[in-house]
């Protein structure tokens, strides 16, 4: 197990090599020299005599390679520069992002299991009838469904129209009242593709042969389904878990900006509108990390759910 | 010769099944259905997707005959500006796509093709993209290229082109063993000709799949960039823009929230439909039940 880890985790440094690199360069996608672009802010362009003394700072003078053997060096440290707009650490608004959109998720994610379980057990139970095709008709919409405009409906019937729940904002630090508007939006897309996969998986686990024998020996349906079947079915949703991850950082760009969320999503987008770029190359790298992180994790938590996958096994 | 007739076997039974799938067929005559309201957008459209007529303005649907479905803020007619955005998703959509196949299946075929040090490094490159949540990285691309459809696309087909390298990639593992490669291969044909030749046509299905559940993702992403201010710029009517600038008065005319969302919702049901109905087809590991 142990001789697994390591193995993936060496895996992953060239990908985290390659995302060090990506991350750096961006600021050399953006329009003109990247001192003079570091240097404007909303009021306009620096002048000369500044943005020299900025790039001699910053060591953008230096060829390209140094230039990121500094910055990596840095960011090894946990210095991911300042961000222009505020002055502070940008690691240190990317650390507050971060708590708000963790919160999010995790509440996205309890909804979202919470719906696609029973509605995937039921509807493998009942293959082929209404109630399954009504699931899987809704699983498609909710597969197909633009996050932002399910976010905007959902503001408008239960803050416009209801007036139940505030239609934006995080409240006294995230409170429940704000945050389940956004959290059902984020949740609702991924009980959709977890909706299937969890029918899916309990429609191969009932096939089994074990199950059979369950029957045979006079088991009842109840105890057959929620622990012979039930069981086997859920390891695949596990590593659902992850990619539902994946899911939910995307979402949360499109629904912290929606709602007012002061997550890492609408922190990514103030920071492009507003060009104060070492603050989007730190939250690209942060959102990186997090990612190719608990992907690892899903991976070895999926190993150790399921025995019959051998360590060795892996690629 | 052989190679030929298979071909066309694979084609016509393709056709059989899809005709026989319920939900595949809804897709491809919804997709089909848009893609004709598109192209005819300039004749079925009522007024100019993009005239201002500001004594018109946030006129409700069904109210007067000259605008079906309301105005917006301006004074637009918004069926005009649906039929035209239709034509814009499904631009941004085919070239995406398009592009993103040709990048990616040329590079899995050959990574899959020459192996070793070639292989590691274009498998590498996929896992370093697919290690940043798509969206993410694609925000970020375009706001740094600046505003524009043409952003949002380059950013696209830097997240897209992954999937059709992996796919390729993993057919081509497994037919460069098969006979009838080693047989051209004996017979002395070059490289680059049992590439495109013999393997290219062999994995065609599996591209297709991916291909049409691509589509699907493509558009609502190009969507959701264009409704954070990123892609489409005003005039341009585009569903995603056309959201974002219709939320501000979502209380006084909530159907230009509702409508852009749900033309967005029904051209990618549509393609995930096809899709999803095309993946359980042409699925080898599907037992086929004759």
């Known amino acids: ?315 | 010769m052989m190679q030929h007739d298979k071909h066309d076997s694979w084609v016509t039974n393709t056709v059989a099944r899809v005709r026989e799938s319920r939900s595949a067929m809804l897709g491809l005559a919804t997709v089909v259905s848009l893609v004709l309201l598109a192209i005819f957008a300039p004749q079925l459209s009522p007024n100019d997707p993009t005239e201002v007529c500001l004594g018109d303005r946030l006129i409700s649907p069904f109210k007067e005959s000259k605008y079906p479905l309301g105005t917006d803020h301006l004074g637009r007619c918004v069926l005009s500006r649906l039929l035209y955005g239709a034509r814009v998703s499904l631009a941004v959509g085919i070239t995406v796509v398009g592009v993103s196949t040709a990048i990616g299946v040329a590079l899995g075929v050959v990574s899959g093709y020459y192996g070793g040090i070639l292989d590691s490094a274009i498998m590498r490159l996929v896992d370093a993209t697919l290690s940043f949540p798509s969206i993410f990285l694609a925000v970020v691309i375009a706001g740094m290229l600046g505003r524009g459809l043409a952003s949002v696309m380059i950013a696209l087909v830097a997240v897209e082109w992954t999937s059709y390298a992996r796919v390729s990639r993993g057919s081509v593992l497994s037919l460069k063993e098969k006979e009838f490669v080693e047989s051209a291969r004996s017979l002395g044909a070059r490289d680059s000709h049992i590439m495109t030749r013999h393997i290219l046509p062999n994995i065609i299905a599996p591209v297709i799949v991916v291909a049409t559940i691509g589509m699907a993702y493509v558009i609502l992403a190009a969507a959701a960039l264009s409704f954070l201010g990123f892609g489409a710029q005003p005039p341009t009517p585009e569903w995603g823009a056309m959201l974002n600038a219709g939320r501000v008065y979502m209380r006084t005319a909530p159907y230009l929230t509702i409508l852009p969302g749900f033309a967005i919702m029904l051209l990618v049901l549509a393609f995930n439909l096809l899709g999803d109905g095309l993946r359980d087809i042409l699925d080898p590991r599907r037992v086929v039940v004759e």
């Open chain 1, 1 to 315: 197990m142990i001789d697994y880890v390591l193995k993936r985790m060496i895996q992953l440094i060239p990908a985290l090599l390659i995302v060090s690199v990506v991350s750096f360069s961006i600021i050399y996608f953006a329009p003109g020299d990247p001192a003079e672009t570091l240097c404007t802010g909303p009021d306009g362009t620096a002048n000369p005599k500044s943005v020299e003394a900025f790039r001699t700072k910053m060591g953008l003078d230096k060829p390209l390679y140094t230039q990121y053997l500094i910055w990596l060096n840095n960011v090894l440290h946990g210095d991911l520069g300042y961000s222009y707009q505020s002055g502070s650490p940008v690691f240190n608004h990317i650390k507050r992002a971060f708590g708000a959109t963790f919160k999010l998720s995790v509440v996205s994610l309890i909804i979202s299991l919470a719906i696609s379980i029973p509605l995937g057990i039921i509807s493998a139970i009942k293959q082929n009838s209404p109630v399954d095709v009504a699931c899987m008709v809704g699983a498609s919409l909710g597969v197909s469904m633009p996050n932002f405009w399910l976010g905007l409906l959902l503001m408008l019937l239960f803050g416009v129209y209801l007036g139940w729940l505030p239609v934006a904002g995080y409240g006294d630090g995230g409170d429940l009242e704000h945050i389940l508007l956004p959290a059902i939006t984020l949740g609702t897309g991924s009980a959709a593709i977890t909706a299937r996969l969890m029918r899916s998986s309990m429609l191969e686990a009932l096939g089994q042969d074990y199950i059979q024998t369950a029957r045979a020996k006079g088991v009842s349906e109840r105890i057959v389904i929620s622990k012979h079947a039930l069981k086997n079915a859920l390891i695949p949703v596990v590593t659902m878990i992850g990619l539902n991850f994946g899911y939910l950082l995307n979402g949360s760009i499109v629904v912290e900006t929606i709602f007012g969320w002061p997550g890492i999503g609408r922190l990514t987008i103030d920071s492009i509108n507003m060009r104060d770029y070492m603050m989007v190359q730190g939250c690209i790298m942060f959102v990186a990390i997090l990612f190719v992180v608990i992907n690892l994790l899903v991976d070895i938590s999926y190993r150790y759910i399921d025995p019959r996958i051998r360590y060795d096994a892996a690629r």
